[in-house]
């Protein structure tokens, strides 16, 4: 069956009466949607955009616990976030993995490596783990030969978590659908429907094709659609309370930036924490942390400052290298759904979650991916009292489905692979290695995935667009220069037939695509972007660097 006969199908179902009506198709949509399921209930997620169109798959792709917010004091929230950290890496390998983190500490940081080393005491204790050590600077060094020594005062090893967030969206949510959830993507909630002053329901638009507008009734409806929550809470009169911040990262390739584990760096100019990792075979540099004014409906895109604030780090802490604009691969942007509270700095705002009732209408936004089967979980208890009988899954179920990678099937792709592939496409796995033709199960030069993986999602993973497919199925759109263009032939001759696309619709889409991400996965013209080393100078211009032993790196308590 072809994804628009599939959706027809949907649609014509849409009218029948639902427990719950799921509003948004990000990581904590598809945690509501699979606890949903478990308990049960007859469950409908409406997306207006793509499955993980939004924060959902831009973000620092880190499952942490959050050091930065154990700083700030907010020890339950790292409480829970570690704990959930180590359950997401048993229950999910090859999709949540385990990642060494190296945090360095210069002479002049604020806070201090003395302030981190207690940080870490604590991350560990709430873990139930210890899984630090501290290194001087000469033993940091030489373990990091790559990073620059001037002023460098030592610096632990801990670890936290990655995923790939999109599969690990794509995951949970088709194992939603496998457990009896419905997910329609494209389908923008436009209204919500009210009789006696409560939510019973959503007017659907379908935004992928006819136009059609669908009415959907529910015991409870859930606006789970992030940083647009104001939205939805607009129509019952409730006050605005979002404040939207854009975090911006740049890719390059681990040739010309070359990283095993990920680094905890504080940014040369203004201190704030940010990272560099491998990820998918490249170095992902982050994040930035700005007020986002723009139109929420136009797709965010770094900004020649953010480039500038960016590459000043990267140049500061690794100097060696010679890293220029030509070395990226591409950036991403994404919009944080972020509870205002009316801090001067963005940063310094709680990322802890939010759950409102209003007129009948659960909003639930803020939060970590990390801890989405949490959130998950509270809105589905201020659910419950909307529904009668609704008794609460139990605590202590899987998040994600157990995985056996035995079997003759499994014995096609290289043992390295195996793993990967059981931890990104879950009880799928097995059909996409089955449906490969012959040389799909080779990876696509300059990445880590698949040409199988181009024709599974193609098949089976509710793509619409082609930015669908080769922005959050398998993100070569990130990882390969130019957003793949290369390749793209080959790609139409993998997927064209599967989409059930003809050729003017392969055309328009591709043109589409390649406009997309010259312009939102791109960077600005250099002409534009300012001179990061400038932005340096003058800040080492108002520099002081403290007692010049503290670079010999003596452990602190």
């Known amino acids: 069956m072809s994804s628009s006969q599939a959706r027809a ?329 972020v509870v205002n509270s009316g801090k001067s700095d963005p940063s310094k705002e709680t990322r802890d979650h939010v759950v409102w009732e209003e007129n009948g209408l659960i909003t639930v936004t803020g939060g970590k991916l990390t801890t989405f089967r949490l959130i998950a979980r509270d809105a589905l208890k201020a659910a419950g009292q909307r529904l009668p009988g609704f008794k609460m899954p139990k605590h202590n179920q899987p998040l994600l489905n157990r995985m056996d990678i035995s079997g003759s099937v499994w014995e096609r792709v290289p043992e390295e692979e195996r793993r990967r592939l059981a931890g990104k496409y879950g009880a799928d796995a097995l059909a996409l290695i089955e449906a490969a033709v012959p040389g799909e199960l080779e990876r696509i030069p300059g990445s880590n995935v698949l040409w199988a993986e181009l024709r599974w999602a193609a098949r089976s993973e509710w793509v619409v667009h082609l930015d669908d497919l080769l922005l959050r199925r398998v993100r070569l759109g990130l990882l390969v220069p130019a957003g793949a263009q290369a390749f793209l032939p080959r790609i139409r001759s993998i997927c064209q037939a599967e989409l059930g696309w003809d050729d003017a619709r392969w055309q328009r889409e591709e043109g589409d695509y390649l406009e997309r991400w010259r312009k939102h996965y791109s960077i600005p013209e250099a002409s534009l972007i300012p001179d990061w080393r400038v932005m340096l100078a003058q800040s080492k211009a108002t520099w002081k660097p403290r007692a010049p032993e503290l670079a010999a790196g003596s452990a602190p308590a």
């Open 9 to 337: 199908e949907m649609w014509a179902r849409l009218s029948q009466s639902w427990d719950l009506i799921v509003v948004g198709g990000g990581i904590t949509g598809a945690g509501i949607l699979r606890e949903a399921t478990r308990a049960g209930l007859k469950a409908l997620l409406v997306e207006q955009k793509d499955i993980a169109w939004g924060t959902s798959s831009r973000s620092s792709k880190l499952v942490h616990g959050g050091l930065r917010y154990l700083a700030q004091g907010h020890v339950l929230l790292t409480y829970h976030a570690v704990r959930e950290r180590e359950r997401l890496i048993r229950e999910g390998p090859g999709l949540v993995d385990r990642l060494d983190f190296m945090l360095a500490s210069y002479v002049g940081d604020r806070p201090s490596i003395w302030i981190f080393g207690v940080g870490l005491l604590a991350y560990d204790l709430l873990a139930g783990c210890w899984d630090h050590e501290y290194h001087g600077a000469k033993q940091f060094g030489e373990q990091v030969p790559q990073l620059d020594r001037y002023g460098l005062a030592g610096g632990f090893r801990y670890h936290d978590a990655q995923t790939d967030d999109s599969r690990l969206v794509l995951r949970v949510m088709r194992e939603a659908v496998e457990a009896g959830g419905t997910v329609l993507t494209y389908a923008p909630a436009t209204e919500v429907i009210q009789e006696n002053g409560q939510v019973v329901g959503v007017r659907v638009r379908d935004a992928a094709g006819s136009g059609q507008v669908a009415e959907c009734r529910a015991r409870v409806v859930i606006n789970a659609t992030g940083v647009w929550a104001d939205q939805l809470r607009r129509q019952v009169k409730a006050p605005p309370r979002m404040r939207p911040l854009r975090g911006s990262h740049l890719i390059f390739s681990a040739e010309r930036l070359p990283v095993k584990e990920a680094f905890t760096l504080q940014h040369p100019i203004d201190h704030r924490v940010m990272f560099v990792f491998p990820w998918e075979g490249m170095t992902v540099v982050g994040t930035t942390d700005l007020d986002h004014d723009l139109p929420l409906d136009q797709e965010p895109s770094i900004s020649a400052q953010e480039v500038a604030y960016l590459m000043a780090a990267v140049e500061a802490r690794f100097p060696t290298l010679g890293i220029t604009l030509d070395d990226i691969i591409s950036s991403y942007s994404g919009v944080r759904p």
